[in-house]
């Protein structure tokens, strides 16, 4: 009987035990598809590619900061290679399907056509970026978009030029402003786009003309950048010089007391008001033919064109917002509203081979 009831006991024992291992199994297979779940989640919601790979030949550390801001927001990291505009045109071009580079960053219109001529980047159709920036700023196939806008005005002496005399871009091949004009090269894309759009706006012969007569008025043989053109007409080398906005205000702010003390000494005049509007050009942005990441790619575009973005470049910058619903910074104001000229910006860079051309041909050095 003892041996009986042992036996019962026992078997009890057994029991218990599988019905409490059966239990903790039931239980550990419930949680493991809500685990699963989570997991599952949690990698749903971080992005694919946690990088994108730029080539820029911009330089400032406003364009830094936006990165880093970019990065915070998306957890997407910015890997920046910098170089001249370009070198790193060239550089994809060679590098074709193996590129890493996802986007271009580059000045001026010219250029950015230029690298699209060379099948190097591919259209974007984006709701986004086609809010945020105005039809005549980018490409007419979307390959391209401007970030920031330069006006190329007329700078002058405050000593030496009342403003009350001057007016438009043709005005400068008159005969009283002989041996007072400073200028780049012809060799510079910026003045290669000037020149671009005189033959978009006027035709051939009469950007021709122009070309002719600013060669007849220059001070010196062109020298320097648009810095150096400011500096000259302090030192008394000119009157008058042709430059981008953008750099007046780099100078006025500087940490160089004497580059601050230049900027002072001349005043910006937009030119063509009353006719076909002064000269603007951009930088601008380009996805990639052969992105890895073009996802991350379109991201950081849309970012770089919104509000947040945009007041960036104009505040720390001294550029001109494409966006428009950002204001243009206090400095940028100070100068006065003025009127662009009425072109899209891709006649930049349609034009830029005769532009070449024509200051061959009149010896425009």
């Not at 957890?75 to 910098?82: A, L, M, R, S, W």
């Amino acid at each position: 009987m003892k041996n009986k009831l042992m036996k019962i006991s026992l078997s009890l024992m057994l029991v218990l035990a599988l019905v409490a291992l059966a239990g903790c199994q039931t239980s550990q297979e419930t949680q493991a598809p809500q685990e699963k779940t989570e997991e599952a989640t949690e990698n749903q919601e971080k992005p694919k590619n946690q990088v994108v790979n730029l080539y820029t030949d911009r330089h400032y550390e406003t364009d830094e900061e936006l990165y880093k801001m970019f990065t915070e927001e998306t957890g997407i990291k910015v890997n920046v290679v910098k170089g001249k505009s370009d070198e790193l045109i060239e550089r994809l071009a060679r590098e074709g399907a193996d590129t890493q580079a996802d986007l271009l960053i580059t000045a001026d219109a010219g250029r950015l056509f230029r690298a699209k001529e060379k099948e190097l980047l591919q259209s974007v159709d984006n709701e986004t970026l086609f809010d945020n920036i105005p039809e005549n700023l980018r490409d007419e196939d979307n390959q391209w978009f401007g970030l920031t806008v330069r006006g190329r005005v007329i700078v002058y002496s405050k000593d030496r030029v009342n403003p009350s005399e001057l007016s438009t871009y043709e005005d400068l091949t008159s005969d009283k402003w002989e041996k007072k004009i400073l200028v780049r090269s012809s060799s510079n894309i910026y003045n290669q786009s000037l020149l671009a759009s005189f033959i978009a706006i006027n035709g051939e012969e009469k950007a021709k003309e122009w070309a002719k007569g600013i060669v007849k008025n220059m001070a010196r043989d062109p020298e320097g950048n648009d810095r150096a053109q400011a500096k000259a007409i302090v030192a008394g080398e000119g009157d008058l010089a042709i430059m981008n906005t953008y750099y007046i205000g780099k100078m006025l702010n500087s940490s160089d007391p004497e580059e601050v003390k230049v900027a002072k000494s001349v005043g910006v005049f937009f030119p063509n008001q009353d006719t076909t509007g002064t000269h603007i050009n951009v930088s601008g942005i380009g996805l990639a033919r052969h992105a890895k990441n073009s996802e991350n790619a379109i991201k950081l575009m849309e970012f770089l064109s919104s509000e947040k973005a945009q007041k960036q470049f104009a505040e720390a910058n001294y550029e001109y917002p494409v966006n428009p619903d950002v204001e243009p910074s206090e400095l940028l104001k100070s100068w006065g509203e003025f009127k662009t000229q009425d072109i899209n910006l891709s006649k930049l860079g349609e034009f830029n081979k005769r532009a070449v051309e024509i200051f061959n041909e009149i010896g425009w050095k």
